[in-house]
């Protein structure tokens, strides 16, 4: 079983709706991220959080440190958003800089 | 310019080849990474380091090795390729200022390698 859970793997909407890309951990760790890749290759860092919620513009970040869970949403999404999600987790414990990532949430949002 | 630039950004080679991926930044970070990131797989560490006398291996480094010139440059070198490293790799560098432990990272647009 993979230490840090995406779902769901692929996803498709309409341009405007609210969408949501789940991540669940394992591991007990000291802070959680969501990168953004985008069709070209290139990975840029959206949030880091260790607890309760961030906003950035038309996207929000929020992490359950008890139930081992974090959401990041897009309000009024755009074509521009598609891209993959990936979700990682600095293992707390582990060795000190390691992040464990998820396999990435592909986003394709429709004009 | 980019903080962190990875050359060459894309290249063919043929196996057994000696091939040598390099990595620049400018944030000033101490810490730096090298990932592979394979389809269906997400990205993996292959090595990393946290200054220049510091060099660890990570979860996939066989057949790979590093080398940390300077706090601005970490190479990678694939001394003899194999099709099987055929995938994108990323340099990476990190903040270690944040007192959680937690990093922020920055990376590299990658690196697209195809051993044939």
């Known amino acids: 079983k993979n230490e840090v859970e995406q779902s769901p793997q692929n996803l498709t909407a309409q341009e405007g709706e609210f969408i949501t890309i789940n991540c669940s951990y394992s591991?007990?760790?000291?802070?959680l991220h969501w990168l953004q890749q985008h069709p070209g290759g290139g990975i840029v860092s959206l949030f880091m959080?260790?607890?309760g919620k961030k906003k950035h513009g038309r996207l929000i970040a929020t992490i359950n440190i008890q139930e081992k869970h974090s959401s990041l949403h897009i309000t009024a999404s755009h074509p521009r958003d598609s891209a993959v999600y990936i979700c990682?987790?600095?293992?707390?414990?582990?060795?000190?800089?390691?992040?464990?990532f998820g396999k990435g949430t592909k986003l394709s949002v429709k004009p | 310019d980019a903080d962190v630039t990875q050359t060459p950004r894309n290249r063919i080679t043929k196996t057994g080849k000696r091939i040598m991926l390099e990595c620049s930044q400018t944030?000033?970070?101490?810490?730096m990474y090298w990932y592979r990131q394979d389809p269906g797989l997400g990205l993996r560490l292959i090595y990393y380091?946290?200054?220049?006398?510091?060099?660890n291996k990570g979860e996939i480094s066989d057949g790979y090795s590093v080398s940390r010139q300077a706090q601005a440059k970490f190479s990678l070198s694939l001394e003899s390729a194999i099709p099987n490293q055929t995938a994108l790799y990323f340099c990476?560098?990190?903040?270690?200022?944040?007192?959680?432990?937690?990093?922020?990272?920055?990376f590299g647009a990658g690196s697209r390698l195809t051993v044939l």
């Open positions: 990476a560098t990190s903040d270690p200022s944040d007192s959680s432990g937690a990093n922020v990272l920055t």
């Open positions: 591991v007990g760790i000291s802070a």
């Open positions: 959080l260790s607890s």
């Open positions: 990682a987790v600095t293992h707390y414990g582990g060795s000190q800089g390691n992040l464990i």
């Open positions: 944030k000033g970070h101490d810490r």
């Open positions: 380091s946290f200054d220049v006398k510091d060099i």
